[in-house]
């Protein structure tokens, strides 16, 4: 196969975001953009070179075309060897899984996770090192640096490898072994949990409404939950990936996942509601009547994961990033494990799991997932939520009322606003910086400011540092609000103000959230003031 060294010039916006490069499909397809980006993994990460690569995506539009020129490229510098998804897919986290496995020395996840897709979408890469994490800032930053002056890249000329076809292929001397996207994170999912208990759950007439959202975890779903676990098939709902996700927009929020909302809250909801996003990484997690916002979620996990098979010798500490409420701290105090508080980012947890120091983490933005892969995972979250259900008998809300009585409850939500002109967002983290060192002591309704500054965090395990991750305000174990820039957007700038209530007394355990929440939104109005700033009369989306 002939290689060609193509000519090229720099595009400056080559920047990673809080997990990976997202555009607009439309600036992906620009000639020379992908080739480029790629390019600079490959400069940088020479560890590639004789060695195994992953690669799989969401299956969004755009997908196959960028595969194949990832296999035409890394053929082109010296990879020994792809593994690639059957048809281009492959989860985040099965991905993760793979490269775990396949001892791969990186691996490339084509998705720009929950935003939507199609030709008008958005499209994404991230890439992964050995051992399956995502790359950290040090190593994006030095991608980035490489995309601003790259000069040419490396390709085969005239490549198409048949990716619906299972088994080994060879392109030149490089080896490409198309695999199943399935198998290998089912075999996973059954060393961590008890497949029989959750199978004669089902067979007492329990039941679980999963809803795949047109996006990637339907063949999963399917496979685990129907094949092997023996929930009725309508158990899976909106199964078949699309390249558009079906026109929706697969973020499991209350917003984005209605049908499911709507049938959990219904006469006939079952016992359990799950949801996932694009890439298969985020989970929503629901009962009969019941949201878990994603940080309780995460704490009644550390709760009763001990249960569960592959978690039988116990936590051996937990994580959750810095805007996540402080639900898990409680349990984690309770119990006496470590309890971690880092940057948004799954990558900040990696060097966390990779020294032992954590098992369980998990995030505000629907994440949540153990040591058993280096990403967060939708479906693994659905499974350990069934097992817990099956292994106590309990349901959700009972699981969830005994936990707020013997923890306490924070209320907890999420503003966003959407698509602000940069400068206008960066006006609003600004003026309230400026603010930050005269609002310590000061009191609002029935709250005192403790603290008020701007979130840094020192790695424990390799000391790096990462500054500027978000305002804090706190108010004592009581309450806090935080305000950051999204790094995941593809247009404008989204501000996210994130609010969190603590209550213990017994007859303030089951309020509304948005009723619980209220006096605070009230204060950070008046502290925040970004309805003034931005014009804004209220949140984009509130989840
Ligand atoms: C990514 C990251 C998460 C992060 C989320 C939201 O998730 O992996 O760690 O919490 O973005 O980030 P931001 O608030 O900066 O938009 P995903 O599921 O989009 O890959």
Redesign the pocket.
């Known amino acids: 196969m002939p290689v060609r060294e193509i000519a090229t010039k720099p595009f400056s916006d080559q920047k990673s ?4 490069l997202r555009k607009k499909v439309a600036v992906f397809q620009q000639p020379h953009y992908l080739e480029n980006f790629l390019q600079s993994i490959f400069d940088v990460e020479t560890s590639l070179r004789g060695k195994t690569l992953v690669m799989g995506g969401d299956g969004r539009y755009h997908n196959r075309t960028a595969i194949q020129t990832a296999i035409a490229m890394a053929a082109a510098n010296g990879v020994a060897k792809v593994i690639v998804g059957q048809g281009g897919i492959l989860s ?1 986290p099965a991905s993760s899984h793979m490269i775990r496995i396949s001892g791969a020395a990186g691996g490339l996840v084509f ?5 939507p897709a199609g030709e008008d979408g958005d499209f994404g890469l ?1 890439f992964n090192i050995a051992g399956g994490g ?1 790359a950290s800032e040090t190593l994006t930053n030095r991608i980035y640096e490489a995309s601003k002056s790259i000069s040419r890249y490396r390709i085969e000329e005239n490549v198409w490898v048949d990716l619906d076809r299972r088994g080994s292929q060879k392109l030149g001397d490089m080896d490409i072994e198309v695999v199943d996207c399935v198998d290998d994170y089912a075999a996973l999912m059954q060393t961590l949990f008890d497949f029989d208990r959750i199978r004669d759950w089902f067979k007492k007439g329990h039941s679980l409404a999963f809803d795949a959202m047109h996006a990637v975890t339907g063949p999963y779903a399917q496979r685990i939950f129907v094949d092997l676990l023996g929930a009725p098939q309508k158990s899976v709902m909106n199964a078949s990936p699309l390249e558009d996700f079906g026109g929706g927009h697969p973020d499991p929020n209350l917003i984005y996942a209605k049908p499911l909302v709507d049938l959990m809250y219904s006469d006939h909801a079952p016992d359990l509601g799950g949801a996932s ?3 298969g ?2 989970n929503m997690i629901l009962g009969r009547g019941i949201f878990i916002s994603p940080g309780d979620s995460l704490a009644m996990l550390a709760a009763h994961l001990d249960k569960l098979p592959g978690y039988k010798k116990g936590l051996a500490g937990v994580a959750r ?1 810095m ?1 996540t409420c402080r639900a898990l701290d409680m349990v984690a105090k309770g119990r006496g494990l470590a309890c971690y508080e880092t940057p ?5 947890f990696a060097n966390l799991l990779d020294s032992g120091r954590i098992t369980l983490c998990g ?5 949540t997932s153990s040591n058993h892969v280096r ?2 995972d939708g479906v693994w979250a659905v499974l350990a939520w069934l097992n817990v259900l099956a292994e106590t008998g309990l349901s959700m809300q009972q699981i969830a009322d005994a936990h707020w009585k013997q923890y306490g409850r924070h209320y907890y939500a999420r503003h966003d606003y959407d698509e602000l002109p940069t400068a206008v967002a960066n006006q609003v983290m600004e003026t309230l910086i400026a603010s930050l060192p005269r609002l310590a002591g000061q009191k609002f309704g029935e709250w005192t400011v403790s603290q008020a500054d701007e979130f840094g965090y020192e790695d424990p395990v390799d000391g790096s540092v990462a500054k500027s991750q978000g305002i804090r305000i706190v108010f004592g174990e009581a309450a806090r609000l935080i305000l ?6 593809t247009k404008g700038a ?1 501000l ?1 103000l994130y609010l969190e209530r603590y209550e213990t007394a017994a007859e303030k355990l089951g309020y509304k959230t948005g009723e619980a929440l209220a006096p605070l939104a009230a204060i950070a109005d008046q502290l925040i003031r970004i309805g003034e700033i931005t014009g804004r009369k209220a949140p984009d989306v509130v989840t």
């Open positions: 975001g809080t997990a990976g985040t998705t720009a996770s929950h935003n991230k995502q996003d694009g890439d990484d985020r990033s805007p948004t980012g799954w990558k900040f995030e505000e933005s629907f994440g990403e967060k950051r820039l999204s790094g995941t957007g989204t996210r």
